[in-house]
């Protein structure tokens, strides 16, 4: 009736399955938090990228390969959630994992290193 616009259907996978796909997969797999830079600095996945969500919108200049299959998390769910559907009305294949409290592959994923794994322009 008031034609909101499309709803999206939201794509989720539970974030330890994830890193355990993209740990077989890194080539094709790109696993993004949706944080603030301070957020993921002080607590994220191994090998993940920062892309906070207030640059969502700009998401393919960041990320210009359409062939690459994107996995979005944040520490808060919602976050995850609104980044996933920027991302998925841009037509990317983008799954939401969620909340990063889910998250429990400790002895492989969880040494987030503070090193700079955003992605620069």
Partial sequence: MFGFGKKI?????????GYRRY??????IVIICADEVKDYDNLHIADAECLP?????KFEE????????YYVYAI??????RAYKKIAKKGYHVYDLGGYVNYHEIEEGLNAK????RRKK
């Fill in 9 to 17: 259907e939201i794509k989720k996978l539970d974030i330890n399955e």
């Fill in 23 to 28: 740990v077989k997969n890194p080539d094709k």
């Fill in 53 to 57: 969500l207030r640059l969502m919108d």
């Fill in 62 to 69: 960041y990320y210009p390969e359409q062939d690459l299959i």
């Fill in 76 to 81: 808060n769910p919602a976050i995850s959630e």
């Fill in 114 to 117: 503070k090193r700079n794994r």
